[in-house]
């Protein structure tokens, strides 16, 4: 039998893999070890690919908690990917120091990262829909899409399949929460049904609740819960395998914010207050055999996303980005786990700015991107001890300006991954990349009808990475250096567009370790970015990625022995760093962050789940590292929420 540890520490959060003993062990075992990522990974069919070497999975455990809770608790435990912002419509992610809007993200198949406004994510997510979520960094497959710079982040929603029992026609679940730091409710409600081959699944979330307070007591002005998320899905699938899935869902924020909703603050006090009505959503349609084997097993994927943006001042300011997708590929399966996916893609994204003519600046401003791109992704199994992965994309992109200036540009890109089995311990694994990544759309609210298009060229990523995987027992160790390199990524101001050189560095370790009743895990982040050159602060990295310096991520699961109870929990670090760059005029602080929770399924009512939680159990006043603004005086920060007791009831019907 192949002896596979390259499962175990894919990145900076397989660097955690849990036991494979555990993943095989008794059911009992196997709901202890909730947090061991491997279980997912499993799911995947392509998990064992050597381009998955770099792959982070978030783990079940990490996902439940993450429900009633916003996309930091999805990726608590993954040191190598960051979340900055206390309030989702703040939040951005970042993979060892990229900028989420310069990887390939997308939620069941449709392609996002439609970007609207510098102050607010464009990626915001409900995590309470999400069965499965995937981080590729580093190094994409060719089958990840076009301008998957440094990586991908692959978002897979909840299916009826997945809350339905064996034999069950209809049933869901209730989640009811309560947090006593801001008075946040949240309740959500999923119903889902089956019958002959005939799926249905109905999904709405409400979240509401006044402004935290940070550690140090003092109210967070702009930061008060007012979300409804909602998912709906149809899907048909014949004994035969065709299945055809078509699902869409809708986010809405609509609340007070302060003018630029990812600070905290300016000049020691709040900034004015606006009704900030942000919406996110996703359609999508799926055609697969989940049954197909041998040389034809096609997919079709159609999709769009938009993230809309209204910012009123004395008037209407509206930003919004659509992305219509679709991909065709087909996986020939050849001997054992080897496949080839071969294929084409489209994407056509638009970014307009306006505010209406009876307003004192009107506009109407667009920016347009057509991509078409044809792939193949080579997966083999080459021996008992190395695994390949390689693959190739060509893709051309005509793009229009703000002025409707056509520019055309078409580029290839090339990935190699390789994982070899030097001994029974320990394996080595490492890749290498160049990506197209053509011209992007730029921020709506910086939009300018005068720009100058002419010196402009297309963007370029070259990646590498180099890591290990080690195995005795129970115990897993593992880690990686990378490096992600963008030659003319562009940047804009009002007043001009142009190209600059990004650049981010750095390494991930991490251990895992599962014992009879428990598991944990712990993982540190290394990150260095620069522009042109000189390292930088977060204002002349935005967009890009950002000077995130060590970061530490821990976790702990442990079976009390009582029947239905189990405890955990977990520690966020970051070492104080240095800051400095162009404009930044001061240091990150470092800071220690404790989080414990207690979860009871009473053993007379196994459908009920009780869980409690404390985050920042020692009340600390922090930013997290790649919140913006942390090298800036003239900024305050955008504090997380200060001590925060919570209760979360789940009952499954």
Do not use: C
Not at 440 to 466: K, V
Not at 574 to 590: H, I, Q
């Amino acid at each position: 039998m192949r002896h596979r540890t390259g499962a175990l520490l894919r990145g900076t959060k397989s660097i955690l893999m849990g036991s494979v003993a555990a993943v095989i062990a008794t059911t009992t075992q196997a709901e202890v070890f909730q947090l061991d990522p491997l279980v997912v990974q499993q799911r995947d069919i392509h998990g064992q690919a050597a381009d998955r070497a770099t792959s982070m999975y978030v783990s079940d455990f990490e996902l439940e908690r993450a429900r009633t809770g916003d996309l930091k608790d999805v990726f608590a435990g993954i040191a190598s990917v960051s979340v900055g912002g206390g309030i989702p419509i703040a939040q951005k992610i970042f993979i060892n120091g990229v900028d989420m809007l310069n990887l390939g993200v997308s939620i069941d198949g449709a392609a996002q990262n439609n970007r609207a406004f510098h102050h607010v994510t464009s990626n915001a997510i409900d995590p309470g829909l999400l069965k499965q979520v995937r981080a590729d960094a580093t190094i994409s497959p060719a089958d990840a899409g076009p301008f998957a710079l440094a990586g991908s982040v692959v978002f897979e929603t909840v299916d009826a399949e997945d809350i339905l029992t064996d034999g069950q026609a209809v049933g869901g679940n209730l989640r009811l929460s309560y947090a006593d730091n801001g008075n946040t409710a949240q309740g959500a409600l999923t119903l889902a049904g089956q019958y002959n081959g005939f799926s249905w699944l109905g999904y709405v979330k409400r979240a509401s609740g006044d402004d935290y307070t940070t550690g140090a007591g003092t109210a967070q002005v702009g930061s008060g819960a007012n979300m409804l998320s909602t998912l709906g899905k149809v899907a048909y699938e014949a004994q035969e395998g065709h299945r055809f899935e078509l699902s869409a869902q809708h986010l809405r924020d609509n609340e007070l914010r302060q003018f630029r909703p990812n600070f905290g603050g300016q000049g020691g006090s709040a900034q004015p207050l606006y009704q900030f009505n942000t919406l996110r959503r996703s359609y999508s349609f799926t055609y697969e055999n989940v049954l197909a084997d041998g040389l034809w097993d096609p997919k079709l994927t159609l999709g769009y996303s938009e993230n809309a943006v209204n910012r009123p001042l004395n008037e209407d300011s509206n930003g919004t980005t659509g992305t219509y997708s679709m991909t065709l590929q087909n996986t020939f399966h050849l001997d054992g786990a080897s496949t080839i996916v071969a294929g084409l893609d489209y994407q056509d994204t638009t970014g307009n700015y306006y505010s209406p003519p009876t307003s004192s600046s009107p506009a109407d401003v667009t920016e347009r991107s057509r991509n078409i791109g044809v792939f193949a992704q080579v997966r083999l199994a080459a021996t008992d001890r190395l695994d390949l992965s390689f693959g190739a994309r060509y893709d051309r992109q005509r793009f229009t300006g703000t002025g409707g200036q056509q520019i055309t540009n078409q580029g290839l890109s090339a990935n190699a991954s390789a994982t070899f089995q030097l001994t029974q311990a320990l394996s080595l694994r490492g890749g290498l990349s160049t990506v197209f990544g053509g011209l992007d759309i730029e921020d709506n609210y910086t939009f300018n009808p005068a720009w100058d298009y002419t010196g402009l060229r297309p963007s370029r990523a070259n990646n590498a990475t180099l890591g290990f995987d080690y195995e005795v027992g129970g115990l897993k160790l593992g880690g990686e250096l990378f490096v992600s390199q963008f030659k003319n990524a562009r940047t804009s101001t009002y007043g001009a567009t142009r190209n600059s050189d990004f650049e981010s560095r750095g390494f991930n370790l991490g251990a895992t370790y599962g014992w009879d009743s428990g598991f944990a895990r712990v993982t540190m982040s290394h990150s260095k970015v620069s522009i042109n050159g000189q390292e930088e602060d977060s204002y002349t990295t935005l967009d890009f990625g950002a000077p995130i310096g060590t970061v530490f991520a821990f976790e702990v699961e442990q079976d009390t022995g009582i029947q239905g109870l189990k405890v955990g929990g977990g520690i966020d670090a970051a070492l104080p760093k240095t800051g400095g760059g162009s404009f930044g005029n001061r240091d990150f602080p470092g800071y220690q962050v404790v989080n414990v929770f207690a979860e009871y399924v009473p053993p007379s009512m196994k459908n009920l789940t009780i869980r409690g939680e404390i985050s920042n159990l020692f009340d600390v006043t922090y930013a997290d590292r790649t919140t913006y603004g942390g090298d800036f005086q003239s900024i305050d920060t955008l504090k997380e929420p200060g001590r925060t007791i919570s209760v979360v009831a789940v009952f499954q019907f």
